[in-house]
Each structure stands twice: as C-alpha cells, then as structure tokens.
C-alpha cells in the first residue's frame, strides 16, 4: 500500500496567488514526521517544512506553512505570495520512528508551474 | 550547498558495464541514505548506513551494493547495468539514525547515470 500519496500531478497557479498541494499518508506509527521538499530542474532536493505527528501547532517557514490535519492524516503544503522560482516538483515524505531504520518514503510529487 | 558532496555529476556507461558513485556527508553526520529516481518509479529508498553499519534496505537490487568507509563516505556500486538502471541517484545525509533525530536529510546533487 502507498504510504505517501499525491493525488495532484500538476498544478497552476498565478504568480502572487496561493496554492495548496496534497499530500495523505499512512501510518499506523504513532510517532512520525512529514516533510515537504522541493526540486527544480535543475535537480537538487531542497528541505522546505518539517512536521512532527506530536507538534500541535502547524509548521510554518517563511511562505510555506503546513496544514496538518491529523485525523484526517493529510499534510498539505501551502505555498502564499507565490513566486515564478516556486516552479518546481514538490515531494511530500514521511520517517517513521518505530524501528531504527530512518530513511524517507516519498510521495510521486507534485510538478507546480507558476504562471506570470 | 547542502553540505554534501557527490561524484561523479554525469556518467554516461554501456550496459554489462559496472560504475560506482561516491557520496561524502555533511561534516558530522553519521547517516548516508542512498536513493535512486527514475521517471517512472519516483523516489525509490535504497539502503541506509549508519556510522559504516548498513541500517536499514530498501528496494535495492541483488546487483548493486554500498557500503560506507571509517571516514563516513559512502560509495554505492552498480553492476552488469541495465538499460533500467538509467535514473538519478542521490546521496542524503543526516546527523544520526536514533529517536531523537526527527531531522530533515540533506541531499547532494546527484549522480545521473545513463546507460546506453
């Protein structure tokens, strides 16, 4: 079964506008963290927002916020204000804590195009 | 710059043949997860090392293998490659594999591997 999913393949948005991109995942973890990550082209994996399932308030960096919804096991990315250079693939990811194994299972991304 | 370093950038090869890429952490970081992205299998976890103990395995196949050096670099070999096997491999860092680290991995740039 999926443990990341994202439902939307591409988005559109216009420069300025917000836009919000999906993410759901499953777990029967208790404890855990989400991660949003963004690659342009040009290839790199940039870190973006960070969620713990025990935060209770949702994560915010800069112009991306997070909107966790628990019950519901969605992580949203929510990008305001967005930029041309918010173009890029959009990977939403999530680290289990049961076991010792650390790594990321990542989502099939998001590809936002920002219109001008 | 995410602090870690990955070599080479490109590398074009001919199948049968066998490269291997090199990865260098982030100073300080003891984790190395190696990933491997494809057009049509997304982001797909490889193995993890921790501090030169392999520590967790992911859809890896039975012709490639990794390990991860006393001076915490980390090299993944790939043999008898296929057409397949042509995707962008990524190298990720973090500081430790233990409950505590609810941090984010940083990625170095990639290795794209085309094989003809």
């Known amino acids: 079964a999926q443990k990341i999913t994202q439902t939307q393949p591409g988005m559109f948005v216009q420069e300025k506008e917000a836009v919000t991109l999906d993410c759901t995942y499953d777990t029967s973890d208790q404890s855990y963290g989400l991660f949003w990550y963004k690659q342009p082209s040009s290839g790199e994996m940039i870190f973006l927002i960070y969620?713990?399932?025990?935060?209770?308030q949702n994560a915010t960096e800069g112009r991306y916020s997070l909107n966790f919804q628990k019950a519901r096991k969605s992580a949203n990315l929510v990008i305001s204000a967005s930029q041309l250079g918010d173009s890029a693939m959009y990977f939403c990811a999530m680290r289990e804590f049961s076991g010792s194994a650390r790594q990321l299972t990542f989502g099939s991304g998001t590809q936002l195009t920002v219109l001008p | 710059d995410s602090g870690v370093t990955q070599t080479p950038k490109h590398l074009i090869t001919a199948t049968g043949q066998r490269v291997t890429l090199r990865c260098s952490p982030r100073s300080g970081d003891l984790s190395v997860y190696w990933y491997q992205q494809s057009l049509d299998q997304g982001l797909q976890f490889l193995i993890q090392y921790y501090n030169g103990e392999e520590r967790a395995k992911g859809n890896i196949l039975e012709r490639f293998s990794a390990q991860q050096f006393p001076d915490l670099h980390s090299e993944l070999n790939l043999s008898s490659l296929e057409l397949g096997d042509s995707a962008l491999y990524f190298c990720?860092?973090?500081?430790?594999?233990?409950?505590?680290?609810?941090?984010?991995?940083?990625f170095g740039e990639g290795s794209r591997l085309t094989v003809l």
């Open positions: 990720a860092s973090s500081v430790g594999a233990g409950a505590a680290n609810t941090g984010e991995l940083f």
């Open positions: 969620q713990g399932s025990y935060d209770e």
